[in-house]
């Protein structure tokens, strides 16, 4: 019986320079310690530049005073309050239009995407204009075109434009009136959350209830009605203990009730329709998507259009369309630093533009400012990757 000269017993281990594992192990170790010592360099440079200059750091300014007035504050704030104080108010203020830019980007896309499927010709024509002017167009010029082209055209406080004798909108901004909650009023949060909670409770066991027996109940009308109509009733019988301050025009410029600035209004209608028109495309794509196998099912069963649109194909065309929303709302609240354009107070502007001027602590503060949109995207994609896994086909 012959021998191959290369073969080697049993239990022999390679050299350790030809076994892959190790290799790859070293090879690993290697670029680790390379990166670690290019950022040591990088911080240790950093550091004696900024010694041999007298720039000191740290995180001790947050404690200072601003000294500065916020056009817009969620919060109490004055001239007097701290610079911590305004990364709040800044980080406050993203949060608010990147919400509800949000919100009305969904509404809007959802309408014009399934508009855009209509079989009215009109109404899909005007989908798609809609759609092809206002993704084409950039964002930054939508902000300066509310902003500068509609909004600063308005009338100045003495003309206002009046809706009844509450709302008036002008130059300044849109005026509103405020609530001023009285003792006893904290029963209506209270019953308006128990009325969610029921509401959900209901579509649950009325799910439940299909499955045994067929009957579906219309759930839909009866949550909207537990959801308002409780917290309604609650407001009756308490006495409706809220009274409205009225905005009212004193000297030049109205005071009391609550102002929306023209600066939120422009960036919130920018963000909101230019998104839209992305989130659109992605309704009808994922609405496409759905085979023509399903809607025929459902028309062969003499189920209204709209009942084979809610119930037949949205659910279905909500695995398609959640991975790429995910990836608008995330460019819609990135996006919102635009503001600084025309002076909105967010977080870019108030924080990493005035603050930043003032403290001169560029490090510290571009890196809040970085730490806060990373932070804010890492949830918003937890959240949709979990909603999208809750909707997803489970295979057997």
Request: proline share 5%.
């Amino acid at each position: 019986m012959s021998v191959r000269p290369d073969a080697r017993p049993a239990g022999h281990k390679p050299p350790f320079w030809r076994d892959r594992a190790k290799r790859a192990l070293i090879f690993q170790l290697i670029l680790v310690a390379v990166v670690a010592a290019f950022l040591i360099y990088i911080i240790g440079n950093t550091q004696a530049n900024l010694e041999a200059r007298g720039i000191t750091t740290g995180f001790g300014f947050l404690s200072d005073t601003a000294g500065f007035g916020i056009g817009q504050t969620l919060i109490e704030y004055t001239s007097q309050s701290s610079y911590g104080r305004t990364f709040v108010i800044g980080l406050l203020n993203t949060l608010l239009v990147g919400g509800l830019g949000v919100l009305a980007a969904s509404i809007i896309g959802f309408i014009v995407g399934i508009a855009r499927l209509s079989p009215n010709w009109l109404i899909a024509k005007l989908a798609n204009a809609y759609i092809e002017t206002f993704r084409n167009i950039p964002l930054l010029l939508q902000i300066f075109f509310w902003y500068f082209a509609v909004l600063r055209t308005l009338p100045s406080a003495r003309e206002s434009m009046a809706f009844g004798e509450a709302i008036f909108l002008n130059v300044r901004g849109l005026y509103l009136p405020q609530p001023l909650f009285e003792s006893g009023f904290g029963l209506i949060p209270a019953t308006f959350i128990v009325a969610i909670v029921a509401s959900i409770a209901l579509v649950m066991w009325n799910k439940r209830r299909h499955e045994a027996t067929g009957k579906r109940l219309p759930v839909f009308w009866m949550s909207l009605v537990i959801i308002f109509g409780l917290p309604l009733l609650v407001l009756v019988v308490t006495g409706v203990p809220v009274t409205w301050e009225m905005p009212v025009l004193r000297g030049f410029n109205f005071g009391g009730g609550i102002t929306i600035i023209p600066e939120f209004l422009a960036l919130w209608l920018a963000l909101s329709i230019y998104t839209a028109s992305f989130i659109a495309e992605i309704v009808r794509s994922g609405i496409q998507a759905i085979p023509h196998g399903q809607t025929e099912a459902a028309q062969a069963l003499s189920l209204p259009r709209k009942l084979v649109l809610r119930l037949v194909v949205i659910p279905q065309a909500l695995r398609v369309i959640i991975p790429p929303l995910t990836s608008q709302y995330l460019n819609l609240i990135k996006n919102s630093s635009l503001a600084t354009a025309i002076g909105y107070p967010d977080l870019v502007s108030v924080f990493a533009g005035t603050t930043l001027n003032q403290t001169g602590q560029a490090i510290e503060v571009i890196a809040m400012t970085m730490a806060v949109y990373l932070i804010i995207s890492l949830l918003v994609s937890m959240f949709m990757n979990w909603f999208n896994a809750r909707v997803a086909l489970v295979e057997r």
